[in-house]
């Protein structure tokens, strides 16, 4: 590991062990849930009284719910990219910590910070960096490396490389020491292997794309049906792909590959590293890390991280069964969102496709629905979805989100984001292949339009560099 990570590592911990009182400031997301999770249990083990506030994001309105007391104010998961804001709420460098894995905006006050972007660590979520100051505090708090690959998980930080790379994934093997993870290495790559039969499982699943089995269950479970494999358990219900046997994974993964194969297709990016919670009930949620990642969102998005936090600190009964609940309508919320991108259709811009879904859809769950129609619609334009945020009529929450592809072609939405949104008054931020702003209402074309020149300035500069 970098020496200057593990000296901040060091001194974010020191700040934390020497205060009286913490005040966590966290995002209502799974990586944010399960950051504040994270630190509110290290944090309490070393007897500091700490308390939690969630943030549906860093802007001004938000910052009334920030205390004015004499505590450390824990700002994780967010903060990097708003340092401005707390500079003007009076916040002094003193009081402040932040611990993030977003794109930095210094201001004047050097707020202290630990920031994997800083050290080159790109693949790493909010809950990685949290975890890493937990363990420095406490070097056997290793029970809460499982969170902090659920927050990874859930921030997308294993979709590209088909698994967690670096120092996310020396995280992974402090949870299969501690006996809470089990890896899966070269496992099906596909959402779902422990809640959904494994033809739902694979016909939800269009990454790869798998000719006569993607976006098609019924399609899908004709496919298996052909390979002989027992696909129900004796009392009728149908398995799910964690608990195949081995050798019907092999055998489904072989006639995968065939398939692929013959329709002129990559493999790579059907297999995976899967994490599997041995300590979580099996056909749950809660069995896999990115289900449970999904788990938490669905308890974030719908205002209620607090229920997501408490599963995070192992209750389940009466926590348990809202989060089901809440799960069950994020699912169809955001099947509906689908469906409604796809059915209504983008505009099409010289660099980029936007739709506005008005005040049809909440603005938490915007951007999640840009990330899956983006591979269903044309993948090589970033995406923009606008929304009207209902309890701030004049104000637009802007979501996009694109891929590798483009990132290596010199797209940068949040340099892209951060720019616009301060010329017609607003702010925005967040990562290069995903970012999110808030921009005045009246002034949203002007924006689209000062979006779509930035990117195509951005890919004729690295277009110059590449010669
Ligand atoms: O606020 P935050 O950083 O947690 O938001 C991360 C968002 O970026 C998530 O919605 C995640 O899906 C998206 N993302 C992505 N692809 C990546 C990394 C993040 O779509 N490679
Ligand atoms: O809200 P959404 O999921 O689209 O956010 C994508 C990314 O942009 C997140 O990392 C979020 O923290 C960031 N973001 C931001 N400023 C905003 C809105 C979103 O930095 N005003």
Redesign the pocket.
Known sequence: MEMPFKRDLRRAADRISEADRVTIIS?I????ISTEAILAQAIAREGIPVSSVFLRQLEPMAMRNVPRDDSLKLFA??GAGQQGLLEEHGLSAEEVLILD??VSQPCGTAYPQVNCLDWGVTRM??AGVAYMVAKTIDPDSIDLAKLAVVGNV????A??TCGLVGLAREIVQDGVDYGNIIVRERDLFCYGISTRPVHVCLGYNDDPYIDGVSNNPNAALRFLEKLNIELKNRQGGWLVWEELPFDDRRTIISALVQQLIAHGRECDRLLGETYIFPDEQERTPLRNASEYATLLNACGRWANPKVGGRICRGERGVAYREAEYMLANHRSVIRDLLNYILDTGVTELSHLQYIHTGDHFPDTIV??GA?MALSKLDWRKPIMVLSALVDEPDVTKVSM?T??WALARGVDLQEALAQASERVGGAGG??R??A?AFIPRDREEEFIDSVNRILRRQSATAGKNDR
């Open positions: 995002h997301d799974a990586d944010g998961d967010l894995h977003h979520s909010a859930g921030d997308m930080m979709r590209e951007g999640i990330g989100r891929n590798q967040g990562h292949i995903a999110g």
